[in-house]
């Protein structure tokens, strides 16, 4: 077996712990804003310092801790070179549409450098080229069209088959141009800098409704309520289903492993391939240790409460078993996970939240390319709230689109939610009795007719849950290596109490205390 890690802590947090903001009081009342964005990632963080320099009233209301969630379990490569996304979007959209959405991408990478640099952020920003490669036979005419493809979008690209990874591959398409940074220390400047600029930030402060009137107002857990004129949702997964995206988002985990690299062996870039449910590398300054820095592998991605082939942890032992393999003085001292949604077209949604709204805006379905994709969101939506001109590739990213080539993405899509929806409540419970559980473990168990998600602490305690997600009803199951309850359907995941991890739920599972 694999030596991995103990815990499960992101290496961003752990390193800028940042200071607190407060939670919005339940007694407050505060005047109109000019826009509430909702959500502390890099998409909302970018919006509402966007407009804060632009003279706009901002206020963001955070349900954790701002660049915590999706951001703060980035692996942080800023790159406009996403897999083998060129060749597909010139082939499906036409040459024109690649060549906006390279624009558009990469400009947000020259725009993150300009704001670290502005703000004299120590975010560890370092421009590196960016690798998508193949190590078997048979794909090097992938990777020649991708590079082509890439190339006539405007970037920078080139077909190689020689890379700074220890090991051989068959080809790979090289970008210049891209970075890698500390995405929490660059998201902790911009907020310090938001709020000198007047804004506000309110963590701790979770959004349960909003009323899309003039102003429109948004309610949060404890009843505290906030009024804008416009509202901004950039929650990752929208948290508002009036616009229907759940059913045009698939969401997909991806674990990381964090090791340590002694500085002489790094591959100096980013680097991705699509085979072995995908692999990306990257390395990143490591301050704690002299000579060192640190190797992030990522991959092994699955349907949140669907790990696929093996548990969880069997994916985490495949993982850190291919790092040590490609990099045999490696020393993994982390592992977390992250999440994204990918849209039915491969390209985000950003702009209006729905064909009838005159003052929601929403940003999400990046992919996995949230870094480039976030900064991008704020600089998109502050000209649509600022009624700025918007750049020439707005439409591209336009939230009502519907093309008729993204029926059959759809129709698979919503076919996998309903086949997981029922299927779920037509199957025998997960196991017999609360006596197969084993400590530290969870699963689905009937009780006295009904079935509740059962969890047994390392103690022995025993807590149960009712099993239905509180978004959509779907039956959640239990991720045994980060220990928490995950939607199959649409991604929410819960703590062993219970509470919201991610969303898109609002509200925690409900507790049963119907079990001996």
Same mark, same amino acid.
């Given at each position: 077996?694999?030596?991995?890690?103990?815990?499960?802590?992101?290496?961003?947090?752990l390193?800028?712990?940042?200071?607190?903001?407060?939670?919005?009081?339940?007694?407050?009342?505060?005047?109109?804003?000019?826009?509430?964005?909702?959500?502390?990632g890099?998409?909302?963080?970018?919006?509402?310092?966007?407009?804060?320099r632009?003279g706009?009233?901002?206020?963001?209301?955070e349900?954790?801790r701002?660049?915590?969630?999706?951001?703060?379990?980035?692996?942080?490569?800023?790159?406009?070179?996403?897999?083998?996304?060129?060749?597909?979007?010139?082939?499906?959209?036409?040459?024109e549409?690649?060549?906006?959405?390279?624009?558009?991408?990469?400009?947000?990478?020259?725009?993150?450098?300009?704001?670290?640099?502005?703000?004299?952020?120590?975010?560890?920003?370092?421009?590196?080229?960016?690798?998508?490669?193949?190590?078997?036979?048979g794909?090097?005419?992938?990777?020649?069209?991708?590079?082509?493809?890439?190339?006539?979008?405007g970037?920078d690209a080139?077909?190689?088959?020689?890379?700074?990874?220890?090991?051989?591959v068959?080809?790979?398409?090289?970008?210049?141009?891209?970075?890698?940074?500390?995405?929490?220390?660059?998201?902790?400047?911009?907020?310090?800098?938001?709020?000198?600029?007047?804004?506000?930030?309110?963590?701790?402060?979770?959004?349960?409704?909003?009323?899309?009137?003039?102003?429109?107002?948004?309610?949060?857990?404890?009843?505290?309520?906030?009024?804008?004129?416009?509202v901004v949702?950039?929650?990752?997964?929208?948290?508002?289903?009036?616009?229907?995206?759940?059913?045009?988002?698939?969401?997909?985990r991806? #674990?990381?492993?964090? %090791? @340590?690299? *002694?500085?002489?062996?790094?591959?100096?870039?980013?680097? /991705?391939? $699509?085979?072995? =449910?995908?692999?990306?590398?990257?390395?990143?300054?490591?301050?704690?240790?002299e000579?060192?820095?640190?190797?992030?592998?990522?991959g092994?991605?699955?349907?949140?409460?669907?790990?696929?082939i093996?548990?969880?942890?069997?994916?985490?032992?495949r993982?850190?078993?291919?790092?040590?393999?490609?990099?045999?003085?490696?020393?993994?001292?982390?592992?977390?996970?992250?999440?994204?949604?990918?849209?039915?077209?491969?390209?985000?949604?950003?702009?209006?939240?729905?064909?009838?709204?005159?003052?929601?805006?929403v940003?999400?379905?990046?992919?996995?390319?949230?870094?480039?994709?976030g900064?991008?969101?704020?600089?998109?939506?502050?000209?649509? #709230?600022?009624?700025? %001109? @918007?750049? *020439?590739?707005?439409?591209?990213?336009?939230?009502?689109? /519907?093309? $008729?080539?993204? =029926?059959?993405?759809?129709?698979?899509?919503q076919?996998?939610?309903?086949?997981?929806?029922?299927?779920?409540?037509?199957?025998?419970s997960?196991?017999?009795?609360?006596?197969?559980?084993?400590?530290g473990?969870?699963?689905?168990v009937?009780?006295q007719?009904?079935?509740?998600?059962?969890?047994?602490?390392?103690?022995?305690?025993?807590?149960?849950?009712?099993?239905?997600?509180?978004?959509?009803?779907?039956?959640?199951r239990?991720?045994?290596?980060?220990?928490?309850?995950e939607?199959?359907?649409?991604?929410?995941?819960?703590?062993?109490?219970?509470e919201?991890?991610?969303?898109?739920?609002?509200?925690?599972?409900?507790?049963?205390?119907?079990?001996?």
């Amino acid at each position: 077996m694999t030596t991995l890690p103990i815990g499960y802590e992101s290496y961003w947090l752990l390193s800028a712990a940042g200071s607190p903001y407060a939670p919005l009081a339940a007694d407050s009342r505060p005047g109109v804003v000019d826009v509430a964005v909702v959500g502390g990632g890099i998409a909302g963080l970018s919006v509402a310092w966007e407009l804060a320099r632009a003279g706009r009233s901002v206020t963001v209301l955070e349900s954790d801790r701002i660049a915590a969630g999706v951001t703060g379990h980035t692996t942080a490569k800023v790159s406009a070179l996403h897999g083998l996304h060129y060749a597909r979007l010139r082939d499906r959209r036409g040459p024109e549409c690649a060549r906006l959405y390279a624009l558009s991408q990469q400009g947000a990478i020259e725009h993150l450098a300009e704001v670290a640099a502005g703000l004299g952020a120590e975010c560890e920003l370092e421009r590196v080229p960016c690798y998508t490669f193949v190590e078997g036979e048979g794909h090097e005419d992938e990777i020649r069209a991708e590079a082509q493809a890439a190339a006539e979008a405007g970037l920078d690209a080139s077909y190689v088959t020689e890379t700074g990874l220890p090991f051989p591959v068959r080809a790979a398409v090289r970008v210049e141009g891209q970075a890698q940074f500390h995405p929490r220390k660059y998201l902790l400047a911009l907020a310090e800098d938001l709020v000198r600029r007047g804004g506000t930030i309110h963590e701790r402060t979770r959004v349960l409704a909003l009323d899309e009137g003039e102003p429109c107002v948004l309610t949060a857990e404890n009843g505290a309520e906030v009024r804008a004129r416009d509202v901004v949702v950039a929650t990752h997964y929208p948290v508002f289903d009036r616009a229907l995206m759940f059913s045009r988002l698939e969401p997909r985990r991806e #674990l990381v492993i964090a %090791a @340590l690299l *002694p500085e002489d062996q790094d591959p100096g870039g980013g680097y /991705l391939t $699509p085979e072995r =449910a995908t692999r990306s590398v990257r390395t990143a300054p490591y301050p704690f240790r002299e000579g060192q820095r640190l190797l992030i592998v990522t991959g092994e991605k699955f349907t949140p409460g669907m790990p696929g082939i093996g548990s969880v942890g069997a994916r985490y032992e495949r993982l850190a078993a291919w790092t040590y393999e490609r990099f045999p003085d490696a020393r993994p001292v982390h592992r977390w996970a992250t999440q994204d949604n990918e849209t039915t077209d491969q390209v985000p949604y950003i702009g209006r939240f729905h064909p009838a709204t005159q003052h929601t805006y929403v940003a999400t379905g990046f992919g996995g390319w949230g870094m480039a994709s976030g900064v991008l969101s704020g600089q998109l939506l502050a000209a649509h #709230l600022t009624g700025d %001109a @918007l750049p *020439p590739w707005a439409k591209l990213y336009d939230p009502v689109r /519907l093309r $008729p080539r993204e =029926a059959p993405a759809l129709l698979r899509l919503q076919s996998a939610v309903a086949r997981r929806f029922v299927g779920d409540r037509l199957r025998p419970s997960y196991v017999d009795s609360v006596d197969e559980i084993s400590p530290g473990t969870g699963a689905i168990v009937r009780i006295q007719g009904r079935r509740c998600a059962v969890h047994r602490t390392a103690e022995g305690e025993l807590r149960a849950l009712s099993p239905r997600c509180t978004h959509l009803g779907c039956l959640v199951r239990f991720n045994d290596a980060e220990g928490a309850w995950e939607c199959p359907c649409h991604g929410s995941r819960f703590g062993i109490d219970g509470e919201v991890i991610q969303g898109p739920a609002t509200r925690p599972l409900e507790p049963r205390d119907d079990i001996g």
